[in-house]
């Protein structure tokens, strides 16, 4: 079992900075990707981006704004989100994987969430 959790949300201005933190605990060691997705009111879970040991990928909408980080060493996973815009308002989630990707029925392991709010 892995367990995530998530912290770093809050409520921040357009054009803000905000960095999430997923720290990891359990059987870590075969987790080779973990990720970010997001998921706003009324609307299906978004991919932001994950990381595959160094190599990082992106959603488009969050593409030079975001930027995925991962310490081994800590197991702890980030998300360093700059320009934050009002459309980036969402519940993000951390998930972990063997072998994931952009899609969220990839990951085996979830956190719990935590609420980014961007205000205009």
């Known amino acids: 079992q892995v367990q995530l959790v998530e912290s770093g949300g809050g409520l921040v201005q357009a054009g803000g900075s905000l960095r999430l933190s997923c720290a990891a605990s359990?059987?870590?060691?075969?987790?080779?990707?973990m990720g970010w997705f997001r998921q706003a009111p009324g609307k299906e879970r978004e991919f932001v981006a994950y990381?595959?040991?160094?190599?990082?990928y992106y959603g488009d909408s969050v593409k030079g704004r975001f930027t995925i980080s991962r310490d081994n060493a800590k197991n702890t996973m980030y998300l360093q989100m700059n320009n934050l815009k009002p459309e980036d308002t969402a519940v993000y989630f951390c998930a972990a994987a063997n072998n994931g990707g952009s899609h969220a029925s990839l990951y085996n392991y979830w956190g719990q969430g935590t609420q980014v709010t961007v205000s205009s």
């Open positions: 359990g059987r870590t060691s075969s987790m080779y990707t």
């Open positions: 990381i595959l040991w160094s190599n990082t």
